[in-house]
């Protein structure tokens, strides 16, 4: 599932514990430092309650380039990440710096797929820099963050919340991702436990 035009807190111990069985692997292929990614890792890890694992695989970009616009098609990058799935039993995520795209869209902040193994989320339009505003590092960071957890929670079966201040609402504009938590509602969360229950 794409996220249009981007596209735990109060967690029981119980919950964590199951959680805690499925694996996350994020694949770097973007500019953040060892240091960023483990920062991100550990958040995810403790919204998620799944652990994450850092891969030192690499995401071929230059396959998913389209060169008339001038961006990289995720659905392609997608396919690359399902093809790791035998050495990367879970989950598979990939952050990157370049500018995403499905067909139908201008741009994606990352896409997913629904109740699948393979995730993606870019950088590239969550620099202030992209608005012309002054680089915010740590402002950065937690969108990272946000757009990691939402689109891991598409890999987990969830679908766009209505909540507002829900990780798993829909996001347009990089506002909207900052105005959100990176945290689930208390409905979302419910799913995400049945969900994983389930398996
Ligand atoms: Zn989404
Ligand atoms: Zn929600």
Redo the contacts with the bound molecule.
Sequence with gaps: MSCLRQAGAGITKQFYVLRMSSSVHIINSSSLSPDELEHVSRSVEAIIGARVHRSHLRVELERAFDSSRGQYNSSVLLAQLLSLKQSLPGKIIALVDVDLYVPVLTFVYGEAQLEGAAAIVSTHRLHNSFYGVDENRPLLIERVEKEIVHELGHTFG?FH???FE????SSTYVEEIDFKKAT??????G?LYRKVRGS
Excluded: A, F, I
């Excluded at 829900?166 to 609402?169: E, G, H, P, S, W």
């Excluded at 689930?184 to 969360?189: H, P, Q, R, T, Y």
């Design positions: 969830l919340c209505h909540q829900c990780v798993m609402r689930m509602c208390k409905e979302c969360e799913v």
